[in-house]
């Protein structure tokens, strides 16, 4: 069985999720998503819409992914990695380049984001529309 790792906060779920995790599980036969938890966001100055409890059920509903994770630190690749037995490593290639490091642990794939979204664009979008 190839398994595959991602990571995200994945907030306000929209097409663009939809589509790495799709892409994500289609490089193996399970996809394990590492999903930020409050308290990590935080140390990322980054704040979710959605608590993790609410996020990670939204993640678990979604056919692509086998199993969620709770994602609390930076250094926890490697582990999370060996734990795993992951093959596969992905990340948006937003990220090109940042988790090479990981090449001698697991092979390292960068997918392509969706044009046009990201959950950044949806909240400035909502914004925009609150305060018209």
């Known amino acids: ?42 140390k990322k100055n980054k704040q979710a819409y959605y608590n993790y409890a609410n996020r990670k059920v939204i993640l678990e509903s979604i056919q692509y992914v086998d199993k969620v994770i709770p994602e609390i630190s930076w250094e926890q690749k490697i582990e999370d990695i060996r734990k795993y037995n992951i093959d596969t490593f992905v990340m948006g290639d937003d990220w090109e380049g940042k988790f090479d490091f990981l090449q001698k642990y697991c092979e390292v794939v960068y997918l392509p984001r969706t044009i046009g979204i990201s959950t950044t664009k949806i909240k400035n979008d909502l914004h925009m529309v609150h305060n018209g």
């Open 1 to 42: 069985m190839k398994k595959v790792i991602t990571y995200g906060t994945f907030d306000l779920i929209h097409p663009g999720h939809i589509n790495i995790l799709k892409r994500a599980k289609q490089l193996g036969d399970y996809l394990i998503v590492a999903l930020s938890t409050d308290e990590f966001n935080s």
